[in-house]
């Protein structure tokens, strides 16, 4: 499965209050309060930084909040996430294997993922849940597959 099949599959979500189409940015000069708010309202487990709103400049999730709230306490919420925020992104495109990505994300201990076009320019996020979804999918059209052929159906 490619990662642009994950991406379709996110159109297909029973997640009624995230738009597949959109994909949710903040610019590095917010507050880790408003970060965690906008985490919060929009119900998803990171958030993309970017100045343009179109390539990644840096990624912010739950994890790195409460990193920062464990190791700062609250005081740290009126703090730019610039200084928090991951800006080493790690992206993929359309055309790689999901499984490749999901592999990816295991080794690299993180959850999301951007997908950018050749130009660098975002398409898309995708999770860890995503590819492990879309591999379980995968894994379930080779069984029926399989189950076919030794039945001879």
Excluded at 51 to 61: A, V
Excluded at 111 to 131: F, K, N
Aim: proline fraction near 3%.
């Amino acid at each position: 499965m490619l990662v642009k099949h994950l991406l379709s599959m996110k159109s297909d979500t029973a997640k009624p209050w995230i738009d597949s189409g959109s994909i949710v940015t903040i610019t590095p000069d917010i507050t880790l309060g408003e970060a965690a708010r906008i985490l919060a309202e929009k119900r998803i487990g990171a958030v993309v930084v970017s100045q343009d709103g179109r390539r990644p400049d840096g990624i912010l999730s739950e994890r790195d909040i409460v990193r920062q709230l464990g190791k700062h306490g609250v005081d740290v919420l009126s703090k730019p996430i610039s200084g928090v925020m991951t800006t080493q992104v790690q992206t993929c495109t359309t055309g790689e294997d999901a499984l490749t990505i999901l592999e990816r994300m295991t080794e690299g201990r993180f959850r999301h993922m951007p997908v950018v076009d050749e130009q660098g320019d975002m398409l898309g996020v995708i999770s860890i849940g995503d590819a492990v979804s879309g591999r379980l999918k995968e894994l379930a059209a080779e069984r029926e597959a399989l189950t076919g052929m030794i039945m001879g159906a």
